[in-house]
């Protein structure tokens, strides 16, 4: 039978399927669950693509008071580790009729501030300045925010939408939820695989970003050193920039005193640019000095020798969080618990030598 020219209705599906219109609009809106079976809900879904049904989404959100849009807010759209959480929250978004819209907020710098701007030498009045994120209140129903990229948040959120914060100290957090990675255990696993090697001298190289998770990593490294007699810890404090690691490092390593046996990197960028400045120095990894990195990107295993580092499920912790955030535009409880991370051991760390006599 050829097919109608005509665009399918709701009433054209829901006679395909022989169901009502309500349960059409239930399974295709992903709200069947617990109100029709899912046998029925597959004979609606087959019914629509058989004819290629297109629900009308803007009238639907119309009624419904919403665009189905929320904001992914991340320090930087260059990053491997935020690619993956885009991609997991996208995922988990697009399964629950939602898009994503995706702000990189480098450093945590927000849209622009009208403040300075000026007019051949004139201030010029708020109103005067565009920002790109007048209208978002209007335009989005949530927001999904890393702590790194928190500055960003007032001009974007107001006090009216609906966030939740990855990344974030959950006592403090302005979200309705946070979701977060173990990463204190993440560095736990770190001193307890570095300690029972036979380190004893730790040089910290910390990622120079005013950040929850970073000052985090620095407290547990910090005191889980300090339970362990005859330890010594150092910081280094270094952009997020291979560039900026090797500096630090060099200069880190050259400084009077006696020299580390080994490096803990805030990320994956930071231990590749440690690796240069050893090269640089003389020193061989892991010979001379053992070195981790931290989110398993896929530098840990382009470096030689590969990389000792924490995996971070970027993907995972995207759909958590992407989960979290449409619990709450639903009024639910949203998961708890953070979630899992683990040391993978490879070619970068091994026993200190010893150290010479005389």
Request: proline share 8%; with cysteine.
């Amino acid at each position: 039978m050829a097919r109608s020219s005509t665009r399918p209705t709701s009433r054209d599906v829901a006679h395909a399927a022989g169901v009502s219109q309500a349960a059409v609009s239930l399974v295709l809106g992903d709200k069947w669950r617990g109100r029709v079976s899912e046998a029925t809900a597959e004979r609606v879904r087959q019914a629509a693509r058989a004819l290629d049904y297109r629900p009308n989404l803007a009238a639907r959100n119309l009624r419904l008071g919403r665009t189905r849009t929320v904001l992914l807010v991340v320090p930087a759209l260059t990053t491997e580790f935020f690619a993956g959480v885009y991609t997991g929250a996208a995922r988990v978004a697009a399964q629950h009729g939602f898009g994503v819209v995706l702000y990189p907020s480098p450093e945590g710098v927000g849209p622009a501030r009208p403040s300075p701007a000026t007019t051949e030498g004139r201030p010029v009045r708020a109103a005067q300045v565009p920002d790109p994120f007048a209208s978002a209140q209007a335009a989005l129903d949530g927001v999904l925010a890393s702590s790194m990229a928190a500055d960003a948040l007032t001009a974007i959120r107001g006090d009216r939408l609906p966030l939740v914060m990855l990344d974030s100290d959950p006592t403090g957090s302005p979200g309705a939820a946070t979701v977060n990675l173990d990463i204190a255990d993440g560095i736990r696993q770190v001193a307890d695989h570095l300690l029972g090697l036979g380190h004893r001298r730790v040089l910290h190289l910390a990622a120079d970003v005013p950040s929850w998770t970073f000052e985090a990593r620095a407290r547990e490294l910090a005191a889980r050193l300090a339970a362990e007699p005859g330890t010594a810890l150092h910081t280094a404090r270094a952009p997020i920039s291979i560039e900026g690691a090797r500096t630090a490092t060099e200069a880190a390593l050259t400084a009077p005193g006696p020299r580390p046996t080994a490096i803990v990197c805030d990320d994956d960028k930071l231990a590749a640019g440690a690796y240069k400045a050893l090269r640089r120095l003389g020193l061989r990894v892991p010979d001379d000095m053992s070195v981790t990195g931290l989110d398993d990107l896929a530098l840990a295993s382009a470096l030689d020798p590969e990389l000792t580092t924490v995996h971070l499920d970027a993907e995972l912790f995207g759909e958590r969080g992407m989960r979290a955030l449409l619990a709450v535009l639903e009024g639910r409880e949203p998961e708890g618990g953070d979630i899992p991370v683990h040391l993978v051991v490879r070619g970068s760390t091994a026993p200190p030598r010893p150290r010479p006599h005389g």
